[in-house]
């Protein structure tokens, strides 16, 4: 079975996705979201909790475009 991995931003060493320190260097794994604070994978592009965008785009500074892009995507594939 497939296990997805994350790089540590400090070491670059391979840690399983879910993990909160890194395995090699103990540095956290965790991206803090700027809007609700909820803890999130380092990687993730949106929050988990109240999906916004962690890394603002230029002409979609709060993510709020993407986010309902993302929603609208998802109402088509269940038949919405």
Sequence with gaps: ????????????????????????????????????????ASDSQFCHACFSGKYPVAGDPTGKLAIENLRRGAQRGAGG
Excluded: D, E, F
């Excluded at 790089?7 to 700027?34: E, F, M």
């Design 1 to 40: 079975m497939y296990q997805s991995t994350i790089p540590c931003p400090k070491c670059g060493a391979q840690n399983l996705r879910g993990q909160w320190v890194c395995a090699h260097c103990g540095v956290t794994l965790l991206a803090y979201c700027p809007a609700c604070h909820a803890g999130n």
